[in-house]
């Protein structure tokens, strides 16, 4: 699947994602504070429209994240990103030192708003997710333990990134399962104006 892109479609070949960012969802998930920046991967093959509530016969719990496209060695355009989780069979994985790619990287794990340019300064920037009108997620990138920038040099000083790939940059505190039927908002700000935003009716 493809996400827009200002007026493209762009087919992401991966999504390189931080976990633990911020210590609010630290805290709430009961982890550790890293010593190193938490880098895990999603195959382009994640990204849908559609937001279920299960996969797989699964419970499937959101995580919203300030997401970038990367582009001629820059990070080109901003978005609101749900990094979807199926978080008992992740525990049950993290407990055995298993990886996590049967929890994160399954079909449908990856929904994007549009992305569209920004100001270019990283720390304008912010997020907010509503479920049924009610907020669920906010935070800016004040917030985070590494910034956007860091984010990039850490993760090109391992792996090459490709025209079209995506960050995603961590989740804040708020996190929880989907519900059928409810109506998620994202919402990305750069100060105060909306920058992007989607809305995704839960389907089953
Ligand atoms: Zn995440």
Known sequence: MTVE??????????????????AAHIKELGNEIPENMVLFMKPG??????????????????EAEISFLYEK???????????????GLQSRLKEKGLPWERAKAFDGAALFSPFVPFGGDFLHLSLVLEINGTIVQS???????????QIL????????????????????AGVGKIEENSLFRGVLKEGKAILSERSWQVSQ
């Open 139 to 149: 935070a800016s990138t004040d917030l985070m333990m590494y910034k956007p920038d």
């Open 153 to 172: 040099k850490e993760i090109t000083s391992f792996m090459t990134l490709e025209e079209g790939d995506i960050i995603m940059t961590g989740t804040p």
């Open 45 to 62: 093959s994640c990204v849908t429209e559609k937001l279920a509530s299960f996969h797989c016969g699964e419970p499937l719990h959101y």
């Open 73 to 87: 060695g820059r990070f080109s355009m901003a978005a609101i990103g749900l990094d979807l989780t199926k978080r």
């Open 5 to 22: 892109a200002g007026n493209r479609r762009i087919k992401p070949g991966k999504i390189v994602c931080v976990g633990r960012n911020y």
